[in-house]
């Protein structure tokens, strides 16, 4: 229900000298229309009355306090009081620093402060997604070179099959030609040492082979592990992210209320100007639903006396 803690003076419509005194507005009008009905006491709280009519009697407060007794601190305290204050001080030379440090607010203050440290966090995991993107940028640098290589061996194993084919081919021919007597000594010497050639680059050729195999699974690891990582690191960004909005949300609309608050008192707390300023101001009196608006139209009093 609506209430006006602004003071209450009496209706210019009405004359004080043909009614009594009424009890809970404490103006003369008539017994069927008093506003004090529907207004709330600012001394006890109820309805039905105004504060300069409240007859309830205050109940002194009785003190329970005992006398306090001094004891000096201990070192633990000395120390926890002087971290404490330490803390403090850096809090507020970082609140100091920041653009809204001239608001007015203890609140917003409070809880920018207690803040500071999911900002932190969130500098932080900034500065480790960069180095994870540098690193990755040098990663794949290496896989490129990598693959280059790749590239080569495949070319060098290509080259050495063609050279082994024609090789294969020569002691075919070598083998199906019947030569003399004195120069089989001479082809088998040769034979031997084409082979063992052949041996050592088909060794050679597996040993690429194997290099390059584990080379292409060990760089895939890698991959779906920096790719597990870099995923993992966004999403922490992302939910980081989501308490900061909701953490600004709520200040915003504690803000909000903080002002509300702020404005009813300042409307309550106006200064007192002209007698007739509660009255003229209410424009609940003036508004055609209002049913003591027209009940004094069709009073008697008001057709007799008149408007003044």
Not at 194 to 213: N, P, V
Not at 214 to 224: A, I, N, P
Not at 225 to 245: G, I, N, P, V, Y
Not at 266 to 285: I, L
């Amino acid at each position: 229900m609506e209430f006006n803690l602004r003071p209450q003076w009496r209706q210019w419509t009405n004359i004080t000298c043909q009614n009594p005194t009424c009890g809970r507005c404490g103006l003369n009008h008539d017994i069927d229309m008093c506003y004090a009905v529907r207004r709330q006491c600012f001394k006890c709280k109820n309805y039905g009355h105004y504060g300069r009519m409240c007859k309830t009697l205050t109940k002194e407060q009785q003190s329970t306090a005992t006398a306090q007794e001094s004891h000096g601190k201990s070192l633990k305290k000395k120390v926890r009081d002087s971290l404490r204050m330490s803390i403090f001080l850096e809090r507020k030379r970082n609140m100091r620093e920041l653009p809204f440090s001239s608001l007015r607010s203890t609140y917003f203050r409070e809880t920018v402060l207690n803040n500071n440290v999911l900002t932190n966090q969130l500098r932080s995991t900034k500065e480790k997604l960069e180095q994870s993107k540098s690193s990755n940028k040098d990663l794949n640098l290496k896989l490129q070179s990598a693959i280059e290589r790749e590239k080569n061996f495949k070319q060098e194993l290509s080259i050495s099959e063609k050279q082994n084919a024609e090789l294969n081919e020569q002691l075919r021919a070598i083998s199906q030609q019947k030569i003399q007597t004195s120069c089989m000594d001479k082809l088998k010497t040769e034979i031997a040492l084409l082979r063992k050639q052949l041996i050592a680059k088909d060794e050679h050729c597996l040993y690429l082979k194997t290099y390059c195999h584990e080379m292409e699974v060990g760089y895939e690891q890698k991959l779906k592990e920096e790719k597990e990582l870099t995923e993992l690191q966004r999403r922490m960004r992302a939910d980081s992210e989501q308490k900061m909005l909701k953490q600004f949300q709520d200040l915003q609309t504690s803000v909000q209320s903080d002002l509300a608050i702020l404005r009813q008192q300042r409307n309550q707390s106006v200064p007192q100007g002209h007698p007739n300023d509660s009255f003229m101001s209410d424009q609940s009196y003036f508004s055609p639903t209002n049913p003591f608006r027209n009940h004094s139209r069709n009073s008697r009093s008001y057709r007799g006396r008149g408007r003044f």
